[in-house]
Nanobody
Framework: VQLQASGGGLVQPGGSLRLSCAASGSPLDYYAIGWFRQAPGKEREGVSCISSRDGNTAYADSVKGRFTISRDNAKNTVYLQMNSLKPEDTAVYYC??????????????????WGQGTQVTVSS
């Protein structure tokens, strides 16, 4: 499966963005999808994930209540709605996939396929 992340940009603090992760080459139905981010000088960290079957989700504590992950298997796309953005959310955001069932993880080593990143900058 190939993944393409998009939707990043420059937004003011308190604003919103929706990231998309579009898959090609294979249906997304069998894959758990994770969103990760990497700020300059920092390690890549897990943000959120969604399982392949029941749509179980998980979030990093830093984004709970502000970010929402969802998937549209008919469009082979996973979304990350980001609200109430903060300057510390500034990073390159990546989506990743792994074949999985009713489980997902925000641990990057569990993922096999990665898309290119999309830059999110939160600044006034």
């Amino acid at each position: 499966v190939q993944l393409q992340a998009s939707g990043g940009g420059l937004v003011q603090p308190g604003g919103s963005l929706r990231l998309s992760c579009a898959a090609s080459g294979s249906p997304l139905d069998y894959y758990a999808i994770g969103w990760f981010r990497q700020a300059p000088g920092k390690e890549r960290e897990g943000v959120s994930c969604i399982s392949s079957r029941d749509g179980n989700t998980a979030y990093a504590d830093s984004v709970k209540g502000r970010f929402t992950i969802s998937r549209d298997n008919a469009k082979n796309t996973v979304y990350l709605q980001m609200n109430s953005l903060k300057p510390e959310d500034t990073a390159v955001y990546y989506c990743a996939a792994v074949i999985s069932g009713n489980y997902c993880s925000v641990l990057r080593y569990e993922y096999d396929y990665w898309g290119q990143g999309t830059q999110v900058t939160v600044s006034s």
